[in-house]
């Protein structure tokens, strides 16, 4: 082991300190935190010099593998190339110096670029209004199944329990709509992985508020009968509910709003290109057609009679005239930095380049798709979207899993595609690449993907064992999950 490959604990040495805190920046002093909210006892801490620190987090730095890296073609995720110049301006004083409990005066300049952020998703989606409060994807799809539920509670219809999801669905929207209160009937998908509306067409009645659906769909298919589903759900009362994990390849070509949907969110992390991953940052804006509007959440933005933009209902709780509205859904008016990300790359891109991005990235997906289908198992082979999925090797004989092939990746410097999922096939292989890849990224995949099938066949047991020039090695997955160490001491003592 070499020296700084040891835990930051085992680096300890009484007396060392490797910080300096500063200043509080308004004036007081750490003696102003109330005595209830300071520690009884101090914390157990390493204690380390500063080059110590800098050295064991810029090492750990060093064995992650993130999108700046390499090829990162995570199914259904979107990790796409993050522009440095959304950093930049994410990092001006004017922005990352503000506080959320400003009065409006103060941050006009902040306000208007949510307001322009909301119309310009607007534009892209086809829906009237935008809230940008919710954190993430599947925060803004428990606050988009809360508008669903306020509708038509609004109308005195308290008998809407029901949402109807794919079977092929991301698993959020299920979690989303049993937090939310909601019974989940689930639809299957035909043979050729899109919704079968014959089998929605006996599920539809007076108890259903609506259908969640991502379109393309989570194989990377376009659902050809949209407008025929939309128009069943319709009529039955129902609402239909787009998750907009899967916009990339769509943006700019067609919208959501059009197909017939009447609430949806974004990932701005991975449509609109933020850094995201391990928990965060991210952001889930919901948006609704013009029927919807005023369930939409505090706090919101709005123009006065003078052209003043204020922050409407900062305190969460509805005025006398705005009583339909959700309550607060995020801490003040969601996460800025990846707001400002987004509008930096809207702008950059401009309308012109935006309708570009989805014919790229599903130009992407379909030549990788066609250069491997010979050797990796094609169980849908029609023309996809964004992303494809295959069923493991082509040839199973040789024991060689996706798990395998997952880990053998690793070893030739490309992050492994998302496995196992979707669950319709056995050795789900997810792969999404985006467009901001080159096609020699792309064809140097396509390379170590065919060297892989050939090791497979010629020599399974480098498969198997892999990864072999990784930090860690293959672990032990089962242990790790049912009896993981969470303490630096615990592991320690093992």
Not at 124 to 134: D, E, K, R, V
Not at 360 to 365: E, F, G, N, Q, V
């Amino acid at each position: 082991m070499k020296y700084y490959d040891k835990l930051i604990f085992e680096l300890s040495s009484e007396g060392r300190q490797g910080f300096s805190l500063p200043q509080p920046s308004y004036g007081g002093t750490t003696s102003d935190l109330p005595e209830n909210l300071r520690r009884a006892s101090s914390v157990s801490l390493p204690q380390v010099s500063e080059p110590d620190v800098v050295r064991h987090y810029t090492n750990l730095s060093n064995m992650n593998f993130g999108v700046d890296t390499g090829f990162y073609p995570l199914g259904s995720c979107t990790m796409k190339y993050n522009p440095k110049i959304n950093e930049e301006v994410a990092a001006m004083p004017a922005f990352k110096d503000i506080h959320p409990l400003q009065p409006s005066r103060t941050i006009q300049g902040v306000l208007t670029i949510y307001k322009e952020l909301s119309s310009s998703l607007s534009a892209i989606t086809g829906m009237s209004a935008f809230t940008l409060n919710p954190f993430a994807g599947a925060h803004g799809e428990l606050t988009g199944l809360m508008v669903m539920r306020s509708y038509h509670r609004s109308r005195g219809d308290f008998a809407r329990v029901k949402v109807i999801v794919p079977d092929s669905a991301h698993g959020t929207n299920p979690a989303s709509a049993a937090v939310c209160g909601l019974e989940v009937v689930q639809v299957k998908s035909t043979p050729q992985g899109t919704v079968d509306v014959e089998d929605l067409k006996p599920l539809l009645d007076d108890s259903v508020a609506g259908m969640m659906m991502t379109n393309p769909n989570t194989l990377g298919l376009f659902e050809p009968e949209i407008k025929e589903i939309a128009a069943l759900v319709h009529s039955c009362g129902g609402l239909m509910y787009y998750d907009g994990a899967n916009l990339n390849p769509l943006v700019g070509v067609v919208r959501p709003g059009d197909m017939g949907f009447d609430i949806m969110h974004i990932n701005l992390h991975k449509t609109f290109s933020t850094p995201h991953g391990g928990g965060g940052p991210g952001s889930g804006p919901v948006g609704v057609t013009k029927a919807l509007e005023a369930f939409l959440p505090n706090p919101k933005v709005v123009v006065t009679p003078e052209s003043y933009l204020k922050v409407y209902g900062r305190s969460g709780r509805p005025a006398e005239d705005d009583d339909m509205a959700a309550g607060q859904v995020s801490g003040f008016m969601g996460n800025f930095g990846v707001i400002l990300r987004a509008y930096t790359y809207i702008l950059m891109l401009g309308r012109e380049n935006v309708r570009k991005v989805g014919p790229l990235s599903t130009l992407s997906a379909n030549y990788i798709k066609e250069s491997l289908k010979d050797c990796y198992h094609l169980p849908i082979p029609s023309v996809c979207k964004h992303e494809f999925v295959f069923d493991g090797l082509e040839d199973k004989s040789t024991g060689v899993t996706t798990l395998d092939i997952a880990k053998r990746l690793l070893d030739y410097g490309f992050h492994a595609p998302t496995i196992y999922f979707p669950l319709l096939f056995h050795q789900s292989i997810m792969i999404e690449p985006t467009e901001t890849e080159s096609k020699e990224t792309l064809d140097a995949f396509i390379d170590v993907m065919r060297r892989i099938a050939v090791e497979a066949a010629e020599n399974p047991q480098t498969v198997l064992d892999a990864p072999h020039s990784t930090p860690v090695r293959r672990l032990d997955e089962t242990t790790a999950a049912r009896h993981p160490i969470l303490s630096y001491k615990n592991l320690i003592e093992e």
